[in-house]
């Protein structure tokens, strides 16, 4: 069973009891029990998020909100989930604060012996630095177990694809293409798993513009996809593809049209994606169909 297996940059501590003396539980790391069960990266990050703001409270230094039966209450008595705007805004502030991060692996763990995962998780929540330690180490033994001529790669695939005008990926060329994701020797961690959600999100921005017939995105956004996609404009205001608003306008257009990506490392021929990717990007339906394959079972060979 392929997994994903997060190690924080530092341990945190959990209040776990609602006695007078409480329980402070460890969490070193996490384990996704499934990685076909996990719809968005992102997920992990905001769990991340999450961990951090209740290090702080349950340390007494983040005094915003109370847990009560597992939701939080703020000041006012209001309840909230963990999850909504209020909620979020803590959870970030607090990963800032803490200086919380973590690092991504794939794992196999049909060789794990079932009675040590139990042992040292709760919940997927890894509860014992020394088993984060072995799963890490078998991790990294997995991915260096390497057939000849293989390379490693990060592979992002979309879970359907996204039709754009050619000269948005290839500034000059004409016609149009479907785009089912990117394949990068880049490592596979927080930083790149957001730069590519929010590359997900532009090129959503991307194939509403060029399908809506007023050229608009839904939030009044226009750009001249026929040069580069670079500049986009709203009334007599300017943005660059990276700014803010455009950011935030490509999440809107990923969430309305239900994209979402999945990521993987695979170690795979670089004859295996040759003619079939151009300069990172996957043209290829079969190829994805393969890579998507490749994803679902990340091949330990």
């Not at 004859?271 to 490749?294: H, I």
Request: aromatic fraction near 10%; include cysteine; proline fraction near 3%.
């Amino acid at each position: 069973m392929k997994n994903y297996l997060v190690k924080l940059n530092h341990p945190v501590f959990i209040k776990d009891s609602s006695c007078e003396q409480p329980k402070m539980l460890p969490v070193y790391g996490l384990l996704c029990q499934n990685c076909d069960d996990l719809e968005e990266p992102d997920i992990i990050d905001s769990y991340v998020d999450y961990l951090a703001a209740m290090n702080e409270w349950s340390a007494g230094r983040e005094e915003s909100f109370d847990v009560e039966d597992k939701y939080w209450v703020d000041r006012s008595g209001k309840v909230h989930q963990y999850w909504d705007n209020w909620a979020c805004e803590i959870c970030r502030r607090n990963r800032e604060k803490t200086g919380l991060d973590y690092t991504l692996y794939v794992i196999d763990l049909d060789r794990i012996d079932g009675e040590c995962l139990t042992c040292g998780t709760e919940s997927g929540i890894i509860t014992c630095e020394a088993l984060l330690n072995k799963l890490i180490n078998l991790a990294e033994q997995q991915l260096e177990k390497n057939i000849e001529r293989k390379k490693q790669y990060s592979v992002i695939v979309f879970n359907r694809p996204i039709w754009l005008p050619k000269n948005v990926l290839w500034e000059g060329e004409e016609g149009f293409c479907h785009l089912y994701g990117f394949v990068t020797p880049q490592e596979l961690d927080r930083q790149f798993l957001d730069d590519s959600n929010n590359y997900l999100g532009y090129l959503a921005l991307c194939e509403e513009v060029s399908l809506n017939l007023n050229g608009e995105s839904p939030g009044g956004f226009t750009a001249d996809l026929a040069s580069n996609g670079y500049l986009w404009y709203r009334g007599d205001d300017k943005y660059t593809c990276r700014s803010e608003e455009i950011l935030s306008e490509g999440q809107k257009c990923r969430r309305k049209n239900n994209l979402i990506l999945d990521a993987a490392i695979l170690r795979v021929p670089p004859s295996y994606l040759n003619k079939r990717v151009k300069d990172g990007f996957l043209l290829s339906k079969d190829l994805y169909e393969s890579l998507m394959k490749g994803i679902a079972t990340v091949d330990d060979d």
